[in-house]
């Protein structure tokens, strides 16, 4: 029996809108993602405690009810073994101040909200196979 060489990309959605997260799960796995959600920041950091070696990418809302997706941010890319993951901001937040934070705590990419499933999985295959 051969091994599967072409193992699906893990993505970890974290995001406190049941609707925006069902979607994007949604889209995310017509595009043959395997996904891993969070509905805080609090529990995406403990996901990535214990999975943070089969996470390929974090698609990280900003604006969440207790810790905020920036200090999810801040906490994985100055964490040695975390650094690594890609993050992608997911956001209504799109002024420029927000960006250039996100940046600064270095966000990989930034994704705006409302977004159409096709642009969303075009751009999540561009950073996946970069």
């Known amino acids: 029996m051969s091994e599967n060489t072409t193992e699906k990309k893990r993505i970890l959605i974290v995001d406190d809108e049941p ?3 069902n979607l994007t799960t949604k ?3 017509l595009g043959n993602y395997e996904t891993l959600t969070s509905s805080n920041g609090k529990e995406a950091m403990k996901i990535i405690e214990q999975k943070y070696d089969q996470i390929d990418l974090v698609l990280l809302d900003i604006m969440m009810p207790g ?3 920036y200090s999810v941010l801040e906490e994985i890319k100055t964490t040695d073994k975390y ?6 901001l997911f956001t209504v937040k799109s002024f420029n101040e927000d960006i250039q934070k996100g940046k600064r705590l270095g966000a990989d990419y930034y994704i705006t909200k409302p977004f159409s ?5 075009k751009k999540i295959n561009e950073i996946l196979n970069n």
């Open 27 to 29: 889209f995310l796995e």
């Open 83 to 88: 650094k690594d993951i890609t993050v992608v």
């Open 67 to 69: 810790r905020s997706g």
């Open 19 to 21: 609707d925006i997260l």
């Open 117 to 121: 499933g096709k642009e969303l999985l």
